[in-house]
T-cell receptor, first 112, second 115 residues
Framework: DAKTTQPPSMDCAEGRAANLPCNHS???????VYWYRQIHSQGPQYIIH???NNETNEMASLIITEDRKSSTLILPHATLRDTAVYYC?????????????FGKGTHLIIQP | DSGVTQTPKHLITATGQRVTLRCSPR?????VYWYQQSLDQGLQFLIQ???????AKGNILERFSAQQFPDLHSELNLSSLELGDSALYFC??????????????FGEGSRLTVL
């Protein structure tokens, strides 16, 4: 699976859009981009995933660049409850261990 | 609530002991994954079972073993415990065999403290 790079931490004001970047410059054609988050010591929570098209659900939007070398997770109206560690994961279908590989993620802090 | 249940929530034991952590997946999910999260290692994939069979292995120590029962619940057995085994242990489930993993549903974890 391709390696991802995320900033270790970010701040965002409550009510504003939080934009979390992820670099995955070695991503290959069949690898998906997943985002999970983990609120302090709770189990990780799935947010969204995509292959090449932008995706949106009730939690967030995922914007993947045309060359697929980077992506941005957007939380449109951040609340204090969105303070968490956000993990960007690149995963290929099939082959190797099926467990997702979590890196260090971005610690997003929402400021009141 | 993810629908994945883990017990016990907290466990304190001594070095050299053995413990069993239990996981009940979401109703209908055939795959169960185990993860370890310690302060210095982050979230580490340990092992996956699908419908009772071991499917994939990650960074699981030989002192650790797991199994999935016919009713699809899973147990993670940790033996000859060391101080470094203190960690949060998460179970996750999803309905798929693997491949495009899709969404994993995580339980709230079992916090193991080895003294």
């Amino acid at each position: 699976d391709a390696k991802t790079t995320q900033p270790p931490s970010m701040d965002c004001a409550e009510g504003r859009a939080a934009n979390l970047p992820c670099n995955h410059s070695t991503i290959s054609g069949n690898e998906y981009v997943y985002w999970y988050r983990q609120i302090h010591s709770q189990g990780p929570q799935y947010i969204i995933h995509g292959l090449k098209n932008n995706e949106t659900n009730e939690m967030a939007s995922l914007i993947i660049t045309e060359d697929r070398k980077s992506s941005t997770l957007i939380l449109p109206h951040a609340t204090l409850r969105d303070t968490a560690v956000y993990y960007c994961i690149v995963r290929s279908p099939g082959g190797g261990a099926d467990g997702l590989t979590f890196g260090k993620g971005t610690h997003l802090i929402i400021q009141p | 609530d993810s629908g994945v249940t883990q017990t016990p929530k907290h466990l304190i034991t001594a070095t050299g002991q053995r413990v069993t952590l239990r996981c009940s997946p979401r109703s209908g999910d055939l795959s169960v994954y185990w993860y370890q999260q310690s302060l210095d290692q982050g979230l580490q994939f340990l092992i996956q079972y699908y419908n009772g069979e071991e499917r994939a292995k990650g960074n699981i120590l030989e002192r650790f073993s797991a199994q999935q029962f016919p009713d699809l619940h899973s147990e993670l057995n940790l033996s000859s415990l060391e101080l470094g085994d203190s960690a949060l242990y998460f179970c996750a489930s999803n309905p798929l065999a693997g491949g495009h993993t899709g969404e994993l549903f995580f339980g709230e974890g079992s916090r193991l403290t080895v003294l």
